[in-house]
T-cell receptor, first 114, second 113 residues
Framework: DAGITQSPRHKVTETGTPVTLRCHQT?????MYWYRQDPGHGLRLIHY???????DKGEVSDGYSVSRSKTEDFLLTLESATSSQTSVYFC?????????????FGPGTRLLVL | SQQGEEDPQALSIQEGENATMNCSYK?????LQWYRQNSGRGLVHLIL?????REKHSGRLRVTLDTSKKSSSLLITASRAADTASYFC?????????????FGTGTRLQVTL
């Protein structure tokens, strides 16, 4: 399972509150990604990281920020959650020893914003 | 914008039959991948085909790629109940070292006994 965990696995929060989701990996993979999955949209890339303190935006980055202060942790923050951010969030990794193009996914975090 | 569109959206077959799913995409790609997602779980990589390949096999999986038509198909032969899942195609057209995938909307496969 590529040693990826996500926390929390489920969260209910209110509109306007900050939320931080954590992705933790145990195998020192260089690349980490955050996706959201919504019905009818498949998975969409929010942000990704190519190293410690090196991050970049994906397709749907508005309203989200990320940080990666150490190799094993990639944090996704919703500064002020909105109902449109209700979704299932997946973290993924890629890089050696796996094929560079292949991504391995965590179990997901289900977020409900009321 | 969604790169990949999958067809059909849902497919129901009986165990032992073959299942075929199709994926169309819009821009040039380096490779195309297929992933499986069981209900409530993360995605699992199945197979990758590069833009200079036309067909690839892995066990009961057969993937084809037609870059002129910007389309791919995934064939699962002799389906089993355990193949019940959603299947997604994902394209990677970026030239950078990060694998920034663009996913399709998925095909839900139901395999009944």
């Amino acid at each position: 399972d590529a040693g990826i965990t996500q926390s929390p696995r489920h969260k209910v929060t209110e509109t306007g509150t900050p939320v931080t989701l954590r992705c933790h990996q145990t195998e020192n993979h260089r690349y980490m990604y955050w996706y959201r999955q919504d019905p009818g949209h498949g998975l969409r890339l929010i942000h990704y990281s190519y190293g410690v303190k090196d991050t970049d935006k994906g397709e749907v980055s508005d309203g989200y920020s990320v940080s990666r202060s150490k190799t094993e942790d990639f944090l996704l923050t919703l500064e002020s959650a909105t109902s449109s951010q209700t979704s299932v969030y997946f973290c993924a990794i890629s890089g050696p020893p796996y094929a560079p193009e292949t991504q391995y996914f965590g179990p997901g975090t289900r977020l409900l914003v009321l | 914008s969604q790169q990949g569109e999958e067809d059909p959206q849902a497919l129901s077959i009986q165990e032992g039959e073959n299942a075929t799913m199709n994926c169309s995409y819009k821009t040039s790609i380096n490779n195309l991948q297929w992933y499986r997602q069981n209900s409530g779980r993360g995605l699992v990589h199945l197979i990758l085909i590069r833009s200079n390949e036309r067909e690839k096999h892995s066990g009961r999986l057969r993937v084809t790629l037609d870059t002129s038509k910007k389309s791919s198909s995934l064939l699962i032969t002799a389906s089993r109940a355990a193949d019940t899942a959603s299947y997604f195609c994902a394209t990677d057209g970026d030239t950078g070292t990060a694998s920034k995938l663009t996913f399709g909307t998925g095909t839900r496969l139901q395999v009944t006994l």
